[in-house]
T-cell receptor, first 116, second 116 residues
């Protein structure tokens, strides 16, 4: 069964802490994404990567960074967590290329982060 | 401007009735794809249906169909014969361009509640 796995379902951190959210996929997908989900705002793209060591900013990259050292792993880093980063974080992956359903995202279960 | 607009924050439907969830989109790219995802209270994102901009027929997947009106830039999801298990958040999303190297842009979602 193919999967996208996020390392933590629930995290509680303090303001100023460095936070790592890990995501691993076993589908050999080229693309990986980090979205943030907030009520009334839907999913907003933070960063994405279409290859190892490549990254591109999404709509709301401020306060975040990412790392992709291996194809299957994409990490989201909050250098200094703030209370406004309390949210649900969703990792996703997809195939590069064209064809039916091009761009279909496969999601992890989400990581709910609370920053106190 | 919003690229994906879902104007119904919440919807109620009686069990066994049909319901339409609205989605309008904005793009100048002639090649694009439209997706619907379901998010139950457990949090996972479930892919429901896809419509390509060049597809001649409206997409259908079981009880789900997509009412694609290209000139109006709308891609409404129709769920026939609603079931209690259909209660969830529903997100409309768009991929612009034909390449897989693109992120999806999501709407703010519609919460559907199916009543017995």
């Amino acid at each position: 069964d193919v999967k996208v796995t996020q390392s933590s379902r629930y995290l509680v951190k303090r303001t100023g802490e460095k936070v790592f959210l890990e995501c691993v996929q076993d589908m050999d997908h080229e693309n990986m994404f980090w979205y943030r989900q907030d009520p009334g705002l839907g999913l907003r793209l933070i960063y994405f990567s279409y290859d190892v060591k490549m990254k591109e900013k999404g709509d709301i990259p401020e306060g975040y960074s990412v790392s992709r050292e291996k194809k299957e792993r994409f990490s989201l880093i909050l250098e200094s967590a703030s209370t406004n980063q309390t949210s649900m974080y969703l990792c996703a992956s997809s195939l590069l290329g064209s064809g039916p359903n091009t761009g279909e995202l496969f999601f992890g279960e989400g990581s709910r982060l609370t920053v106190l | 401007a919003q690229k994906i607009t879902q104007t119904q924050p919440g919807m109620f439907v009686q069990e066994k009735e049909a319901v339409t969830l609205d989605c309008t989109y904005d793009t100048s790219d002639p090649s694009y794809g439209l997706f619907w995802y379901k998010q139950p209270s457990s949090g996972e994102m479930i892919f429901l249906i896809y419509q390509g901009s060049y597809d001649q027929q409206n997409a259908t997947e079981g009880r789900y169909s997509l009412n694609f009106q290209k000139a109006r830039k709308s891609a409404n999801l129709v769920i026939s014969a609603s079931q209690l298990g259909d209660s969830a958040m529903y997100f409309c999303a768009m991929r612009e361009g034909h390449e897989g190297r693109r992120a999806l842009t999501f709407g703010s979602g519609t919460r559907l509640q199916v009543q017995p």
